[in-house]
Structures are given as C-alpha cells and as structure tokens.
C-alpha cells in the first residue's frame, strides 16, 4: 500500500510540471521575483507505517524561500524549512495498541512556481531534511524496541509536495499544499519488521510573507509593481509609469524619435516625424490637396496654384484659367462690363450695361422689342359661342407672327379661357378648340409648330366675377404668352 501511494505521487509531479506553462502570467513580472518570503504553516499528518489503522495526528512548519529573479511566467526558488508533530497508528493485534510519535525535521530543497493568473500560483517541491523522531504510546511513554538491534533516531527522509499560492497583496501569501515525507527506514512505530519505509503525508495551510518585494528589473528607477514599460532600455529616462519619455505625445519616445517637436495631433512614422507623403512641405493630417507635383508651391494647407492666376486651387472657382488672364479674387476671369466675355477674349471690353453681344464681346445690332403676353377677347375675335377666329384678330396675330419670326429662339403658349356659363366639360372643350384656331392661324404664317403648345384652361382662371355681364366678357379670351427667350 504504502508503495503504491509513493508511486502516485512520483507520477503527479510531471503532471504538476507541465499543467501551467501552457498559461502565462498577465503580471510584466513574476510575483515573487528576488523576494526572500518567510512563512509559517500547520495541518494534519497521515503516516503508513507497521500499525494497521492510520491514526491522524497533526504538525506544524517554518519556511524559509528566496525566488531567483525573473520575468518569465516560472520561478525557481530555494527553500529551508523546520517542521515538528506527530504520526500514530492503530492497530489491536499490537502492544500497545496505538503509538503516537513525535518527528522533527530540518531541511531544504528547491521549488518552481507557476503563474496561473496574476493571484494564483501553484507550485511543486522536493528536498531533504535531518529527521529526528521518538516512539512514544498514546500515555507520552517512550515505547520498548522491537528488533534484532538497536537503531538511530535521526535519520535522512526525502520530502515532496505540490501546493498552490494565492498573493493576498504583493507582501502576503496564502498557501496550501500536498506533502509527502519518506523515511530510509522502519522505526518511527519502534517495530523493525514490518519491511516498508514509514511515509508521512501531510495537508497544511498557512502564511507567506515576502521581504524585498520592490523589485525593478530594468533599472529605471520604477519597481516592477508599477511599471507598466518593465523592458525600458537601460539609461532612458521615463515617466512616473515607467515608460519612456513622450515630450511631443506622438507616440514615438523621445529615445527613438528623430524629430522630437512634433506639433499635437500630427501623424507621425516610426522615426517620430510627420509624415508628408507628396513631400510638400505640409503634413498628411492637414494637407487639402495630397497629391501636388513634386516641386510645386502650396500653400498653408498644401493646395498649389495650378493654373498660375495666383489664386490657390483650393480657392479657385476657375482652376483651368488659361495663362496670363486676369482674374478675379475667386479666380475667374475678368469681365470688366459685365457683358458675358472675359477680358482676355473681349474685344470690346466697354459694351454699355444691357447691351446684346457676340462671342467677341461685341453690341449686336438693336432687335425689335419682343411682348411677352397677348390677349384676344372672344366677343371681338371670335363667333359667340364658336371656336372660327373673326377677322378682327387677323391684323394681331400677323403682327405677332412676325415677332415670332425675327426671334426664332422664342417660344410660346397658347392659352384657352371661358366665362362659368355652362358645364365644365363644353367650357373646356370650347376653350381648347379657340385655342387651338389660334395655333392653326398662326401655322399658316409659316410658324414651326414645335415653338408652339396649347394649354386649354375652360373657366378655371377667371380674371374677373362671372356674375356680371362685364366680367363674362373679360373671362371669355385667348392669352397668348412667351415661355421661352
């Protein structure tokens, strides 16, 4: 049995080894780095030995640890430690039935310990140790050797454990461990026969708490517990923090930055330097025009003067103004008379204000005036109630249709109106069919029927009250108007 149990905890301590290197620490150090930890531990005892029955007892401990420094996620560390209790047994085919001896033990070892999270901390140890120990019965009375010779009571054991450790602050520790103790020999019962070596195994609990823990490992003067840049290069200066010296906030130290007075907010490279990628002169971050020539002068917010006018694209509503021509503020032509025709095309750059001119800037010869609105009245020009044009409006529209001709830009629209008498429908056919003899006269003075369109209205657009005679009058009428110059 007591073979078997050894044999398990030999095969655990691989186990314990490799489990937490697969997570690493989110601490920039091991917690224990180049610390000296005093402790002291108790629990409860479990030996095997040549009594039958195991009997628990209980022992106490003082440790002794330094951890080597490290900022890796494991530490090794060296321990010394004093322990002294009991181990008993039981057994009724015995004399004296039960045993209870002291054991003491001086002794040291080394340790690893792993960082599972920044506060957990699991551990494997094993060492050795000068063991002393007394058979005594259960009356504290030294029991009488049984054995064919005498034996020593201080002897080397070999001790093992696997424990985990929970940094309560970066001083105090809170341990719990596994243990076991495996003597050379057979005498802590005071019986020499049984042939297995005595084993103790222990559970303890208890405190740590660490001397030196300020450590700072990369030299600038910020312990490892509030650096937060714990790899700064030796002889950089650094901030409260730790890390190196930032003077312009780009992001670059100041150990590494090549162009250290960066304005605030600029985009910067690796080197610290604004990055300027048309190498104009104005940084990426403000440049409105990214993309000027090589050698071409920008101004403040990098925009060059492309066309040579002296105004900046970025202000120029005229950007392809050609070479030499004045120009206005906002980069356009000149146009002294305000004629249509800059002053670099213009070859009569003093037209009168109003005047009509050519694509040289020239007065074009006076035309005729051109209405804009005729109106025929349908008691004077056409038959009550009927849609044939009177020869009244002859003298009218031919006038008109000369206008027309003389102006072949224009266009026009004849509209058709009724006074209320009657139902909508006739009113509005009767006011299509005015209008649209309106339109066939005027076809028949060689006007193009696209310059005209034929808008019947009926008595929808009064221009007077259609409760008197009078204003009957006025509503019945054909509005000829011109929509287009």
Request: charged share 25%.
């Amino acid at each position: 049995m007591k073979k078997v149990i050894y044999l398990s905890l030999l095969l655990l301590l691989p186990v314990a080894i490799s489990f937490p290197q697969e997570k690493q620490s989110k601490l920039k150090h091991h917690a224990f780095s180049g610390t000296l930890m005093l402790g002291v531990e108790g629990g409860a005892t479990f030996s095997f030995n040549d009594y039958s029955d195991i009997r628990p007892d209980f022992m106490g401990r003082g440790l002794l640890e330094y951890f080597f420094p490290t900022t890796s996620s494991g530490i090794l560390g060296i321990r010394g430690f004093g322990s002294a209790g009991y181990v008993g047994g039981r057994d009724s085919d015995r004399n004296p039935t039960q045993f209870r001896t002291t054991i003491s033990s001086v002794g040291g070892g080394i340790s690893y310990t792993f960082s599972v999270q920044d506060a957990v901390f699991p551990y494997l140890f094993v060492g050795a140790s000068n063991t002393w120990f007394s058979p005594k019965d259960r009356n504290d009375i030294k029991l009488p050797y049984v054995g064919k010779r005498p034996y020593k009571s201080t002897e080397i054991n070999f001790h093992g454990e696997l424990g985990i450790r929970f940094l309560l602050s970066y001083e105090i520790n809170l341990n719990i461990s596994v243990g076991g103790q495996l003597s050379e020999n057979d005498n802590w019962d005071n019986i020499a026969t049984g042939g297995d070596n005595d084993i103790l195994l222990h559970t303890l609990i208890g405190m740590s708490y660490s001397l030196f823990t300020k450590v700072d490992t990369d030299g600038d003067g910020v312990t490892d517990d509030e650096d937060q840049c714990p790899e700064t290069p030796a002889g950089v200066r650094v901030d409260e923090f730790g890390c190196p010296l930032d003077e312009d906030k780009d992001g670059v130290p100041d150990y590494l930055d090549k162009c250290p007075n960066t304005p605030s907010g600029m985009e910067v490279d690796e080197f610290g330097c604004v990055i300027d990628s048309d190498k104009d002169g104005v940084p990426d971050k403000i440049d409105k025009c990214p993309n000027t020539p090589v050698g071409a002068k920008v101004n403040e917010i990098g925009c060059p003067d492309s066309d040579g006018d002296g105004v900046f694209d970025n202000e120029d509503k005229c950007p392809d103004t050609p070479a030499g021509a004045p120009v206005e503020l906002d980069g356009c032509p000149k146009d002294s008379d305000r004629d249509g025709v800059p002053d670099y095309k213009d070859e009569c750059p003093n037209t009168p204000a109003g005047k009509q001119v050519d694509d040289k800037g020239c007065a074009m010869p006076d035309t005729i005036k051109i209405v804009k609105e005729i109106t025929l009245r349908g008691d004077t020009n056409f038959e009550f109630n009927k849609a044939e044009l009177l020869p009244a409006a002859y003298p009218i529209l031919n006038e008109l249709a000369e206008t027309m001709k003389k102006n072949p830009e224009t266009r026009w629209r004849i509209e058709g109106h009724t006074d209320a008498i009657g139902s909508d429908s006739y009113n509005m056919d009767l006011s299509r069919r005015r209008a649209e003899s309106v339109l066939n006269y005027l076809l028949s003075q060689g006007i193009d029927r696209s310059r005209l369109e034929v808008l019947p209205l009926g008595e929808s657009v009064p221009i007077a009250t259609n409760d008197t005679q009078e204003g009957r009058a006025m509503n019945r009428r054909v509005e000829i108007k011109l929509i287009e110059k």
